[in-house]
């Protein structure tokens, strides 16, 4: 491959991974919010005046566990694109390592 297919890979990946770790960031902030507006259900609806009362009917409810498996296919999909931008950055710094080792050679032998 060479390295201008490589730098357009990288650059279609960079377009997919700022979504993905905006996706993630949101839901991580999302679930802090969830889980208290899901608390505060909980005392109105329940009766439930303690905190870890509270608590375990917010991590109980399906709304927060759907969060959860939302969250879970978020960091997957930005951990998967970040690893896959890590092999083209790794495939890039080969080229480069051939590109230098072959000018040096061609140095050494007046080419």
Known sequence: MDIDELIERYRQLADRYAPARAARGYLEDYKKSCLAMLMKEAEVNTRISTISG??????????????????????????????????????????????????????????
């Open 54 to 111: 509270q608590e375990r009917e917010a991590y109980a409810h399906p709304t927060y566990v759907k969060l959860l498996e939302d969250l879970k296919a978020a960091v997957f999909e930005e951990e998967k694109i970040r690893y896959h931008l890590k092999a083209v950055e790794i495939e890039i710094e080969v080229f480069r390592t051939k590109s230098a080792n072959e000018r040096a050679e061609r140095r050494a032998y007046g080419a």
